[in-house]
């Protein structure tokens, strides 16, 4: 009985084993098949084979060097501005609204709430043409400013996930603070603050990441700016029916070379990010 | 029914319960609904009413700087010696009249018609001399901002009449009349969420709602083909802007486009949803599963997709699915089939791409967030159910699945909303693609409304029905949202932990 107990378990584990190796190997596939071709030797945007033949670093090369038409160096630095303005102050409004929802009692808590949510739920480039013409007013379109300031604007409406998680730090300790004779404004930046490490690193993760893979208002707000494009929309300008065939190998490049630290930051800092979307979406 | 009967339910008749339930007080949660409707606008209009009242009891039991405060904002604070808070309430009055009388009152004005000249040129002395025509995009715009602006402009005055009227009464009293210094120190105390709130509010108020109320009025009109600003006008057109969404007329007319997309929106969201949480759930019990060894590896391996940023792995995907020399047909080809045409071939074909590779996409995000939560399920329950003979099928769906679907309701609800406004994947890998000529122009068959929407605003340049899209797509995932809401307790509960 014994002896086929564990013939069955063992069966069943190498049946998941190869399930695992199988579904894993899909999963990865599109990925290695990125990077593998991203130094392939032999050039021409399509080839009848999956392994390339010859291996050559000449595609980072050129997208770093042959930058006339278009500037792949450029992108990355604008994109790295702008993430760390809109990170900064997307971080910042987040965790000001988040706070004051969840520990201060006042009389427009309420309706300033459910005002936020309702927001939320527009479709969000619904307000896109407007905003265009807003920023056209305001004579910032084609600038990186108009792309920090639409990736950060909106930021305050997020509030919910790191109020849930503020709703769960004990009110004691605020009362113990102000008995103690420490301002709301103590008990926010050297109490509070301290003790949000996960919510604050996922904050700042998500509104880093954000500018990296949006393209729908770059492309509105920048229209044919090349200069001022950020990465995602300069892949896809390179995957464009003028272009594909001569930048084929280029874009691969410039998606590893995105892809990668994008990866590893996630990599790093995935159980904040797992606790971060738990604390406010999952309920007992 | 009580809970010991409904829990030896099984999940089927569970839901078949809850859906009875919903219905039978559906006519008692409606006739709630408007009884609180009601309360709301008994309420506000109260309040107003109140506010007036004590607007004029002020100003009648007020001095005469307090009176003159009414006029000039301000004075009152200042006679007091709160010069700087006086002046600040000074300034803010100037500002706003100049305001109103150097940009807004022109808008304004116009708002009513959204402009009535085209334009054009004007003979003077014989001579042709361009005429600037009304813009009425910017009418709108502007009229939308100067009315936000006055609704500011207004709290502030009655803020100030308040204001006067309060040191007034500390006066009389003989009580100390605050500095401005120590008016400020309030702002990190008493007031701090003033202060927390103003620069967000700021921010969210001109970049949010603002393009947000323009975009809906624009719902209301005729901002369409032929009528677009600056070189002819648009006007208000009521209700009209609906009844053609809805309207199934001639060949590819828009109702007939409207419900082919929303009928998709519904199949992508409900599979986009479920099968990715359930074949998730079932990958991340797989890793979990005692006895497999290199879990950190198994799981470095799927999660590695979702750290590589949406677009470029969907961008990779989509050069991989096209004709000719997409690698996937590559493959085909050398295996000896017919290539597929994944993205402009049948429109079922193109749909069950999408939902297979969103399946690439999302299955990781899954195992991403359940593990946590799978690991918590206690174990006791799989070893009696085991015991008692349950084979691993058996578990999941008895087990896991009642479990996971009960503490993760929420976030399934909020998935399912993002997923009808998901609009990286079709965007990004087909673009809507296969169009069709029965469909409106430029509109597919893997289409989702939102992507629709945003092909009506970009190509077609169908502004207003873009804006009766977007609030049809908001009406619906605003009542879902809703019903989430009343179902989670973290809403009623939110003090729970402190």
Redesign the interface.
């Known amino acids: 009985m014994i002896k086929s107990y564990k013939l069955r378990?063992r069966l069943?584990?190498a049946l998941?084993?190869f399930?695992?190796a199988v579904?894993?190997i899909?999963?990865?596939t599109?990925?290695i098949?990125?990077v593998l071709h991203s130094f392939r030797g032999e050039g021409g945007?399509?080839?009848?084979?999956?392994m390339p033949k010859t291996f050559t670093f000449q595609h980072y090369i050129e997208l770093f060097t042959d930058t006339s038409l278009l500037n792949f160096p450029r992108w990355f630095l604008n994109t790295l501005i702008v993430a760390i303005f809109a990170c900064i102050i997307s971080t910042l409004?987040v965790l000001?609204?988040s706070?004051?929802f969840s520990r201060?009692r006042?009389k427009a808590?309420k309706p300033?709430i459910n005002v936020g949510?309702?927001?939320g739920?527009?479709?969000?480039?619904?307000?896109?043409?407007?905003?265009y013409?807003?920023l056209k007013?305001l004579d910032l379109t084609q600038t990186l400013p108009a792309l920090v300031?639409?990736y950060?604007?909106?930021?305050?409406?997020g509030f919910q996930i790191s109020k849930?998680f503020f709703?769960?730090?004990?009110?004691?300790l605020d009362e113990a603070a102000t008995i103690d004779g420490a301002?709301?404004?103590?008990i926010?930046w050297k109490i509070i603050l301290p003790m949000s490490k996960p919510i604050l690193v996922y904050t700042i993760l998500t509104s880093f990441?954000g500018p990296?893979?949006d393209?729908?208002l770059v492309k509105?707000i920048m229209g044919d700016s090349r200069n001022n494009y950020t990465v995602?929309i300069g892949?896809?300008l390179m995957?464009s029916q003028n272009y594909v065939s001569k930048y084929?190998q280029r874009?691969?490049a410039g998606?590893t070379l995105?892809?990668i630290p994008?990866?590893?930051?996630?990599?790093k800092m995935?159980n904040y990010?797992?606790e971060g979307?738990?604390a406010g979406?999952?309920?007992? | 029914m009580k809970y010991i009967d409904y829990v030896q339910l099984n999940p089927f008749q569970r839901a078949g319960f809850k859906i009875k339930t919903f219905f039978k007080n559906l006519p008692g949660a409606l006739k709630k609904f408007f009884i609180m409707l009601g309360n709301f606008f008994k309420k506000l209009a109260l309040g107003i009413v109140h506010s007036f009242a004590s607007y004029g009891r002020r100003f009648a039991k007020g001095d005469a700087t307090t009176k003159l405060s009414y006029l000039i904002m301000g004075a009152g604070n200042a006679a007091k010696g709160q010069y700087i808070k006086g002046l600040i309430f000074f300034l803010l009055e100037v500002g706003y009249g100049a305001f109103l009388a150097f940009f807004g009152f022109e808008y304004i004005s116009k708002f009513g018609t959204l402009g009535t000249s085209n334009g054009g040129y004007e003979y003077i002395n014989g001579r042709p001399v361009k005429v600037e025509g009304d813009n009425s995009?910017?009418i709108l715009?502007y009229g939308v901002m100067t009315i936000i602006l006055t609704v500011i402009f207004l709290v502030v005055y009655v803020t100030n009449t308040k204001s006067a009227y309060k040191v007034q009464t500390l006066k009389e009293n003989g009580e100390h009349i605050p500095t401005f210094v120590e008016e400020m120190k309030q702002f990190?105390?008493?007031k701090?969420?003033v202060?927390?709130?103003s620069?967000?509010?700021l921010?969210?108020g001109?970049?949010?709602?603002?393009?947000?109320v323009?975009?809906i009025l624009i719902a209301f009109t005729t901002f369409r083909p032929p009528n677009l600003p600056p070189n002819s006008l648009f006007t208000w057109n009521g209700l009209h802007t609906f009844s053609e969404v809805f309207s199934t007329k001639g060949g590819a007319s828009m109702g007939h486009t409207f419900l082919v997309l929303t009928e998709w929106t519904i199949i992508w969201a409900i599979c986009a949803t479920f099968l990715n949480y359930i074949m998730g759930m079932v990958?991340a019990l797989?890793?979990n599963?005692k006895?497999?060894k290199l879990k950190a590896l198994?799981r470095?391996?799927?999660?590695?997709?979702?750290?590589?940023?949406?677009?470029?792995?969907l961008?990779?995907?989509?050069?991989?699915l096209q004709l000719?020399?997409?690698?996937i047909n590559?493959?085909l080809?050398?295996l000896g089939f017919e290539q597929i045409d994944f993205i402009n071939g049948e429109a079922w074909v193109a749909r069950v791409t999408v939902i297979v590779i969103n399946l690439?996409v999302g299955i990781?995000y899954t195992i991403?967030?359940t593990?946590?939560?799978l690991m918590n399920i206690p174990a006791d329950l799989y070893e009696s159910a085991t015991i008692d003979g349950a084979g691993?099928w058996k578990s999941f769906t008895k087990i896991t699945l009642p479990y996971m679907i009960f503490?993760?309701t929420?976030?399934l609800i909020?998935t399912f909303?993002s997923n009808i406004?998901n609009?990286?994947v079709i965007?990004?890998l087909t673009n809507g693609s296969p169009t069709n000529e029965n469909l409106y122009t430029g509109a597919g068959y893997t289409d989702l409304l939102?992507t629709w929407?945003?092909k009506l605003?970009?190509s077609n340049q169908d502004?207003n029905y873009?804006?009766a899209i977007?609030i049809l797509?908001?009406i619906v995932?605003?009542s879902l949202?809703l019903i989430t809401?009343n179902l989670?307790?973290?809403a009623k509960d939110?003090?729970a932990?402190?």
């Open positions: 378990r069943s584990n998941i084993y399930i695992l579904l894993g899909i999963w990865i599109p990925l098949w990125m945007s399509a080839v009848h084979y999956l409004s000001m609204v706070y004051t201060l006042f808590r300033l949510m309702i927001l739920m527009f479709p969000g480039f619904m307000t896109m043409i407007a905003i013409y807003l007013a300031i639409c950060s604007a909106g930021a305050g409406l849930g709703d769960t730090i004990p009110r004691a301002t709301k404004n103590q926010f990441i990296w893979t393209f729908i509105i995602s892949l896809q995957t084929f874009f691969l998606s995105v892809a994008i990866s590893i930051l996630f990599l995935q990010y797992v979307v738990t979406g999952v309920k007992g | 995009m910017l715009l990190t105390d008493e701090f969420h202060t927390m709130l620069i967000p509010v921010l969210i001109t970049f949010s709602i603002l393009p947000l323009f975009m990958v797989m890793i599963k006895g497999i198994w470095t391996l799927f999660v590695i997709t979702v750290a590589v940023p949406q677009f470029v792995t961008l990779v995907m989509n050069q991989m000719d020399t997409g690698a590559v493959l080809q050398n690439w990781p991403l967030i593990s946590g939560i691993p503490v993760t929420p976030y909020t909303i406004n609009f990286n965007y990004l939102v929407l945003f605003t970009m502004y873009a804006a977007g797509v908001f995932c605003a949202s809401f989670t307790k973290s939110e003090e932990f402190s």
